[in-house]
Structure formats: C-alpha cells, structure tokens
C-alpha cells in the first residue's frame, strides 16, 4: 500500500473525541462521602466506563460519556479531590467554582442522612450565582424514612432537593429526566469569550508576585476586590490592563500577604496548584537577578503539567547588569527545556519596566491556546510533512500515520490515528513541525497517539 495514503472513510465512526467536543457536561459536585461517585456510576450504568483518556480532560476533572433517552453527555466527576490544606470548605467551594466554569449543569450532591453542613453551604454560596443550571442531589434516600429529613434541604435555597439512592438507583431516572430538561443541546464556548480572561500570577516566594500585581493595579488604579453584590469572587483581583478586564485569581494571599510563617513548599505549592487550576494563563515570575533554581523548575513543572497558557516575566531587571544577562541566557537554554514555546518579557515590578507588555504576550497566548486548525487543514499539512520526512522503522515496519484531528483547544491537542508505534523523537519532530506551520507561541501542544491495530 501506499504509505501516504489518506482515506478518511477508513475510519468512519471512530472519531469518538470530535463527538465528544460536541457534547455537553454534567459535573457533580459535592463533599466527600455524600455519594458522587456513586451517583457517577449509576448515571453511567456501568462501573467500568472510564474515558479518562480523552485528551485534554485533566486528572482532576474526569470525564465519562453518558447516555440517557437517547442524549449523549459528558459526566465529570470531581470525586477523587482531595481536601487542600486550605481545609474542605475552600476545596469543595473551589470544586464548585471550577464547575461553573466548565460545565454546562451541576449536580451538587448532599447527604440527606448527614442533612446540610457548613461544607455544603460553603459550596452553595458558590452556586447561588452560577449561570449554568445547578440541581441539588439529596443522595442516600433509600427509603420514605429519610425523605422528610431531606425534605430539610429546601432551606439549601437550590430549590427542590431531588431525592435519590444512588447505592439502589431509587429517583435517578427522574433526576436525569430533570438533569436534561435543563442541559444545552451543545456545550457553551468557555468563558473566555465573554467573562474576563482568567490569570495566575506564580512563582517561588520573595520573586515579587506581590508587586507585580500592585504596579498592575496601581497603575490602572481599577483593582476591584471584595464587591458585594457582584460575581467577583473575594480571593480573585480584577485589573483593567490595556483596555480590558482580567481577573488575577487566587490573589487573596498575594494581597494581604500572609506571612509564610508556615510558609513551607509544599503549602506554596499547593496555592500555585489551585491558583493555575483556576486560571486559563499563568504568569511565571522568575528572578533575572539570581541563578534559577530548583524551586523555579518546580514551578515550571506544575506550568507545563497543568497545560495552561504561560508567559515567562524575568523579574527584577533592574538589578541586572550585563554579565548576569548572559549568565541568564544560559540558564534560560540549560532549564527551560519544557517551555520553550513560551513567550520572555523581562521586567522590574518595581519600577515598572516593560509591566504593560505583558499584556500582548497574554493576549497571544491565549489565542494560541484556543486556536482550532480544521481537520482539512491539519491533514493537507500533515500529508506534506511525513512525506518528506516519513516516521523511522519500527520492528522493519514503516508505521502509517493514517490521519489527525484536533480534539480539543486549552491547549490544543491533537490526536494521530496510525498504524504503529511513533517513537518519542518524530513526535518532537512533528510538533515542532506544527508549531512552525500554525504559530502555537505562548501555549503547550499535546499530541496523542492511537495505535490501530
Ligand atoms: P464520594 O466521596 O462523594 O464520591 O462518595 P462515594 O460514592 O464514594 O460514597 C460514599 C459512601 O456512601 C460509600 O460507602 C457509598 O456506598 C455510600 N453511598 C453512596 N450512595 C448511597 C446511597 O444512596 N445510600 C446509602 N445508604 N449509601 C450510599
Ligand atoms: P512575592 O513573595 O512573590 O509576592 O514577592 P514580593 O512582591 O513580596 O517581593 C519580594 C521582594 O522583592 C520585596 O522586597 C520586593 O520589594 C522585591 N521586588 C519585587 N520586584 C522587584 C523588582 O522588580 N526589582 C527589585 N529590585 N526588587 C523587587
């Protein structure tokens, strides 16, 4: 055959990922014990039904595919968090948040037996401004003994607590009727189109997160925290940079500066962890004016993990001098391996220097990270490309690279359909390839493979 041979029919009914961009989400939330996944599974009706691989579905949020009255939708499961050292409240109040951001209707799931806890309300003071639909779950009805003691969660003020077991399956039938009645057809555009784009601003302790985001604000002089009555959540900053609104989120320890008292790693990590969960584009701050260190690769390592856009701001410019440039440059080559694609600005917080362009590096980040190539155009380029350059043998077999779709965006990901193994070098090659022909700069770019036999 012929190694370059694209037949598209060759794989009808396979492209299970571009249905599933097409559907929208269910996510259920709640604290732990009360039953989501439990509930998870009923809805699926099979234990065994993970699709955890599709790409771009992070570990924290797992997606499964379900199917009731003949309409498909994604399930997303939040039951394997685990309680931050911010304790349970802020965790389940946080699962809630990312929830009205990504989904397109929430299930908040609640203990009848337990009846409502401060955890609860913590997560129901989230919802209470959600745009998407919330339904609240009064989970462990197994019989009409608990239904009057559910009937105590009307106070939750979600309206009518839909009483289910999901351990028997006694209600879930009518709560899916209820869960549809209110599900969009298709899923809504993330938020980026509309609410303000969403930044983390991270780095190792002392690297002058603080001052970025005063200078940010106080230059603009429209930081909003803390209104009431709006939906700005308190621990995030709202800044009008260049015209435009952006929300700088988990800032709430940036701005009263706690003291780091038991300002260990692993708490600075676990804020960088939820600050880059909350967000769509990180700032990175590194210090220009001292060596990089471990802590900093750290950093980058959760940046390049959590597959979010980023820019790389090297801080303190102002106490750089022309020997520690170099050095730098050095140091940029030798320890920023993993996010080479990301976009320098250098920087001082403290006098200001160069703080306005970080703004056109956001900006071409971002797009870089919602960008969609049309299957059209990915395979004509894809076509020229491993013609020229085809896969290295694998076992004397040339693998076939049969074809490839864009799956997702934030961050684009692609999937490659082929008939063999691609060793990890041609897969760097191809990327590169990708980044040459589209421009990714500033976003991460995944790329996997499915091997068909
Ligand atoms: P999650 O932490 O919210 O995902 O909760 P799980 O689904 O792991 O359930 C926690 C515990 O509650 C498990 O022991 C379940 O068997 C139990 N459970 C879940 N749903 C029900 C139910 O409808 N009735 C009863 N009696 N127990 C349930
Ligand atoms: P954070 O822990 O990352 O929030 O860091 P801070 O904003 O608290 O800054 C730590 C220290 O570095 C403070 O003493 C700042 O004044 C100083 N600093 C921050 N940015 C700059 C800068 O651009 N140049 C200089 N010279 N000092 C800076």
Redesign the pocket.
Known sequence: TDETDWELTDLDGEFADEDVLAMPTVAVVGRPNVGKSTLVNRILGRREAVVEDIPGVTRDRISYEANWSGRRFLVQDTGGWEPDAKGLQQSVARQAEVAMQTADAILLVVDAVVGATATDEAAVKKLRRSEVPVILVANKVDDQKVESEAAALWSLGLGEPRMVSAAHGRGTGDLLDDVLAVLPETPREGTGGTGPRRVALV?K???????LLNKLADDERSVVHDVAGTTVDPVDSLVELGGKIWKFVDTAG?RR?VSHANGTEFYASLRTKAALEASEVAIM?IDASEPITEQDLRVISMVADSGRALVLAF?????VDEDRRLQLDREVDRDLVRVPWAQRVNI????GRAVQKLVPAMETALESWDKRISTGRLNTWLKEVVAATPPPMRGGRLPRILFATQATTRPPTFVLFTTGFLEAGYRRFLERRLREEFNFDGSPVRISVRVRE
């Open positions: 780095g302790p002392n690297v002058g997160k603080s001052s940036l500066k701050l801080n303190k410019w102002d106490l001082s917080a403290h006098t």
